[in-house]
């Protein structure tokens, strides 16, 4: 049985005074007391405060560089990562993808980074509208997931997260027939990719638009194991109804 993850991303957002949130997130993520996972990915410099403050919240970084050190300026290796308290980090977002050019091989290489660090990744797949609107969403997901995943992929250390990137920020969410088809596509493409098993035990997120007004009823569909959640994320107030979701339905 997959345990429900509700991972949160705050982007390029937050202070130290928004830490305040994050322990309001992290009473609720200990009263739901195991029956819901609790992630937040931060940005970097916020990372070692948070994890001194989060108790059941799972602290991580939204980027990992491929190489474990070395001269690349303005990049942060995961052992780095791990110094500060992260336990996961997001890999291949679409924004990464988008505005930095990330290919899916860059992603494998980020993902494997971090797994040889100690840390867990969340990758990320997730077709555009054009890509949606020619009937491709289903071999793009496939072809990201194969061709970004990492070596030894496990779910002890890996989640998969689809991601439409027309539902990102936008309040527009696919119908739930079609995050329907696209997860039992992307557990089929795992199940070719890793066999049975570890197909069936491998988390796999939906993200794009989630508020805690739909969650309950988009972490409900077959094959969606929990959530990434981006604006609604960043307050308690907005968060917790995604996690009390999450939770009720353990
Ligand atoms: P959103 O972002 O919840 O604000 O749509 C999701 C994400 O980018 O992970």
Redesign the pocket.
Known sequence: MRRKLIAG?W?MNGSRAALAELVAIDAEAKRANGGVEVAIALPATLIEHAAALALDVAIGAQDVHAAQGGAHTGCLCAAMLAEAGATFT?VG???RRADQHETDQDVRGKAQAARGAGLSAIL?VGETAAERDAGLAAQIVRAQIEQSMPDGAAASWLTI?Y?PRW?????RTPMAADIADVHALARATLRDLLGEGAAQAMRILY?????GENAAQILAIANVDGA??????LTAEKFVPIITAGASLA
């Open positions: 991303n982007k997001l977002h679409s924004e990320c997260a991601e539902a990102i920020g936008t309040g993200g794009g638009s989630v508020t990434l959640v981006g604006g609604a994320s």
